[in-house]
């Protein structure tokens, strides 16, 4: 499959396109005599909220504001951005769909668009074809770049339109207008797609080959995050280890160029795979004051057999030597991961063999889930599926182990005071704050009154505190501000 980059030709026809709906738009509004609003609805990862922060910032760019009320507020536009990892999501998207038949009705120039990973099954686009004629654009996360072209042609003809590109694209940030949500973090994708082929993941599917940005330009747009501001960066890929950039630049060139800013307090990424996490990435991370000591490596199943049935080119005995390694060198780290229970031909024993490397690796918090069945991914067609009771049973016994470990790593926080970087209000009732601390645990904390701190609207996102920590939860730990840094 082809890998096209984004021409001149491409930028003007988006520029054009933008300025076109910019007047749509602007006259629509006029004759409604109101302002009109979108609302971008964002489902799964990280990747699609950095897409999400385009769409909007397109939006924006074509005279439309965000709309005010929650997540299935009539705007004038509606986007849809689809996550196709678990089953859940799509009975989301397609039991929301439903309520906008009646709106739509009665709000004929509203528009509809669905993109995001689920766009790229084809049973999810001929099930919208057949159900939901009201749907007016159909488009896949791969040609982000051609929205306002795609948008622009189905409000012009009036008829549903239906995008599903069959390359895959390449467009640097610097195409889009980007509407970062957190004044404090911008998200950097660096790379796109994954080309490891997981036999349960839809990814490699939904999202294509794997494209790396080029060096340069993220180098770029990190300068230019630092002047404007920004405090955390996230750079992003499904895979960021197979990073390749001009010359030879791999994501260890990446990591450490993004931590000379000084300007960054965090700088993290997601995810690695554990087959080709290199020495020298764990080297920066122990070693840069700024770079987060936190590893997220997706262990997936603890057997062998099991490992080898998911095509995840390790064993568990290099996956343990992996996670011991970053343990030994980045002193307090955390390390968190993801397990599946219930791949198909999964037995007690190897089960057992997840629950030991788990009582092994002690990670500090774990994704876990059941495995579902995605169309078109190979394991799909596998034998043995296990059955539901099974896997519902794993599961709980799983995440019951996960918790106890995530629990204990919180509990080795209390008494310490720590770096906290601020993220906003967590409960606006009790004025309890937010933020992470350098090894992502979450805290939750309060700011006692006689400190005389500026609590107002955004004015603590972003910034550093310490915080002393006394008591700890399952996934978060409690703690009081003792200082604000930098005041
Ligand atoms: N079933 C269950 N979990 C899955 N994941 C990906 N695909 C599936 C599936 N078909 C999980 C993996 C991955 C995480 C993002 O989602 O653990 O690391
Ligand atoms: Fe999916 Fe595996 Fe690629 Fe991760 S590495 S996105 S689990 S195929």
Request: include cysteine; charged fraction near 30%; glycine fraction near 8%.
């Amino acid at each position: 499959m082809a890998i096209i980059k984004t021409t001149d030709n491409d930028k003007r026809e988006f520029d054009s396109a933008i300025s076109e709906l910019y007047e749509y738009f602007t006259s629509l509004g006029a004759r409604k005599g109101r302002g009109l609003t979108y609302n971008v609805l964002t489902y799964g990862c990280q990747l699609n909220e950095s897409d999400s922060e385009k769409l909007s910032g397109m939006l924006a760019e074509m005279g439309l504001t965000p709309s005010e009320g929650g997540e299935l507020d009539a705007a004038d536009v509606i986007i849809f951005n689809t996550c196709s990892i678990r089953e859940n999501a799509d009975r989301h998207l397609f039991g929301n769909l439903g309520a906008f038949k009646a709106l739509k009705k009665e709000h004929r120039d509203m528009i509809i668009g669905i993109g995001g990973c689920m766009m790229k099954v084809p049973e999810n686009v001929a099930r919208i074809k057949k159900s939901y004629p009201y749907v007016d654009l159909v488009f896949d996360p791969q040609q982000l770049h051609r929205f306002p072209v795609l948008l622009r042609d189905s409000i012009r003809s009036k008829k549903q339109l239906v995008n599903i590109a069959s390359e895959d694209y390449i467009a640097e940030d610097s195409f889009f207008p980007i509407d970062r949500k957190r004044k404090f973090r911008a998200l950097v994708p660096i790379m796109y797609g994954c080309n490891n082929f997981c036999t349960y993941c839809i990814v490699p599917y939904a999202r294509g080959r794997e494209r790396s940005r080029s060096f340069d330009e993220i180098v770029r747009e990190l300068s230019e995050l630092a002047s404007k501001g920004y405090k955390e960066v996230m750079l992003l890929g499904q895979n960021v280890n197979s990073y390749k950039g001009e010359d030879g630049k791999t994501f260890a060139d990446i990591l450490r160029a993004a931590s000379e800013f000084k300007e960054f307090s965090r700088v993290r990424f997601m995810s690695s795979h554990p087959k080709d996490l290199s020495d020298e990435v764990i080297d920066i991370i122990a070693t840069r004051p700024n770079v987060e000591k936190h590893l997220h490596l997706a262990m997936q199943s603890g057997s062998d057999k099991v490992l080898k049935a998911m095509n995840r080119p390790y064993t568990i005995e290099k996956f343990l030597n992996t996670a011991e390694s970053f343990r030994s060198k980045v002193e307090g780290g955390s390390l968190t991961t993801d397990i599946i229970v219930g791949f198909p031909g999964e037995t007690e024993e190897d089960f057992l063999e997840t629950l030991d490397a788990v009582n092994k690796a002690k990670f500090d918090a774990a994704f876990t889930f059941q495995y579902s069945a995605r169309p078109g991914t190979k394991a799909a067609a596998f034998e043995d599926q296990i059955p539901q009771d099974i896997v519902t049973d794993r599961f709980g016994r799983l995440t019951e182990l996960t918790n106890r470990y995530a629990e204990e790593s919180n509990a080795r926080l209390v008494g310490k005071t720590m770096e906290v970087l601020i993220e906003g209000i967590s409960k606006a009732g009790d004025m309890t704050f937010s933020g992470r601390t350098v090894t992502n645990h979450l805290v939750n904390f309060t700011i006692p009154e006689e400190l005389g701190i500026d609590i107002g609207p955004d004015h603590l996102e972003g910034r550093l505190c310490e915080v002393r920590i006394d008591r700890a939860r399952p996934y978060s730990v409690d703690g009081v501000l003792v200082s604000l840094k930098g005041e």
